[in-house]
C-alpha cells in the first residue's frame, strides 16, 4: 500500500519561505516508475497544481509560480520537497504531496495523495 | 493554460437517483488526458477516472466517464450515500496540469 506523507512548519511568515516535505512508503521513489507532484488547495477552494519532480531530480513548474518555487528529491531517504519563497497571505492552503503516474502512455493522474497539511501564511 | 469549467456548480439529488457532471475545456485536451476525482470534506481527493473513461482501480462501475476533445462528463449512475461530495475535473495533457473548481453533490 503506497503511503504519502506532508510534513512541516503550519505556519509560515509572510516574506518568508514555505518548506515541505513528503515521505513515501509503498514504493521506491528511486524505481522511476512515478513523477512526485505537489497541489495546493485554499480553504473552501479548488485545487492548484505546483509543480513535479522526478527521480533523476527533473522538474516542472506552474508557472504561475515558477520565480518562486523550487522541488527537490532525496532518494536515500524515499522523500521529496517542496520550497516556496517569499510567501504572502494568498499562499494559505493545504498543501498535499501525491504520486503522479503513467497511464496510457501520459503521466499526469495522481493516484495516491498525502492527507494534506494547512500551512498559513501569517505574522 | 488550459481552463477546466464544470458544471453545475451544486447538483442535489436524492440516493437512488443519477448525476451527470460536465467538464468543458478552453481548448481540446490532448489524447483524452483528463481524470476525475472524488473529494470528501477534511480528506485528500480520491483517484476514480483516467484517460476520460477508464476507471482507476477500485472505482466502482456505477462511474463512469465520457468524452473527447473539449467536452467531458461523469456520470454515477444510482447515487449511494458515500458518494455525496465534491468531484473535480483535471487535463494533464498539457502543462500546466489544470483542474476545475469542482461540482458539489450534495443530498436534496
Known amino acids: 500500500q503506497v503511503q504519502l506523507q506532508e510534513s512541516g512548519p503550519g505556519l509560515v511568515k509572510p516574506s518568508q519561505t514555505l518548506s515541505l516535505t513528503c515521505t513515501v512508503s509503498?514504493?521506491?521513489?528511486?524505481?522511476?516508475?512515478?513523477?512526485w507532484s505537489w497541489i495546493r488547495q485554499p480553504a473552501g477552494g479548488g485545487l492548484e497544481w505546483i509543480g513535479r519532480?522526478?527521480?533523476?531530480?527533473?522538474?516542472t513548474y506552474n508557472p504561475s509560480l515558477t520565480s518562486r518555487v523550487s522541488m527537490s528529491v532525496d532518494t536515500s531517504k524515499n522523500q521529496f520537497s517542496l520550497t516556496l519563497n517569499s510567501v504572502t497571505a494568498a499562499d494559505t492552503a493545504v498543501y498535499y504531496c501525491?504520486?503522479?503516474?503513467?497511464?496510457?502512455?501520459?503521466?499526469?493522474?495522481?493516484?495516491?495523495w498525502g492527507q494534506g497539511i494547512l500551512v498559513t501564511v501569517s505574522s | 493554460e488550459i481552463v477546466l469549467t464544470q458544471s453545475p456548480g451544486t447538483l442535489s439529488l436524492s440516493p437512488g437517483e443519477s448525476a451527470t457532471l460536465s467538464c468543458r475545456a478552453s481548448?481540446?485536451?490532448?489524447?483524452?488526458?483528463l481524470a476525475w476525482y472524488q473529494q470528501k470534506p477534511g480528506q485528500a481527493p480520491r483517484f476514480l477516472i483516467y484517460?476520460?473513461?477508464n476507471r482507476a482501480t477500485g472505482t466502482p462501475d456505477r462511474f463512469s466517464g465520457t468524452g473527447s476533445g473539449t467536452d467531458f462528463t461523469l456520470t454515477i449512475s444510482g447515487l449511494e450515500p458515500e458518494d455525496f461530495a465534491v468531484y473535480y475535473c483535471?487535463?494533464?495533457?498539457?502543462?500546466?496540469?489544470?483542474f476545475g473548481q469542482g461540482t458539489k453533490v450534495e443530498i436534496k
Open positions: 484517460g476520460a473513461f
Open positions: 509503498g514504493d521506491s521513489i528511486s524505481s522511476g516508475g512515478s513523477f
Open positions: 483535471q487535463q494533464y495533457g498539457s502543462f500546466p496540469w489544470t
Open positions: 481548448q481540446s485536451v490532448f489524447s483524452r488526458s
Open positions: 519532480i522526478y527521480t533523476s531530480g527533473t522538474t
Open positions: 501525491a504520486r503522479s503516474i503513467m497511464l496510457l502512455g501520459v503521466v499526469g493522474s495522481s493516484d495516491y
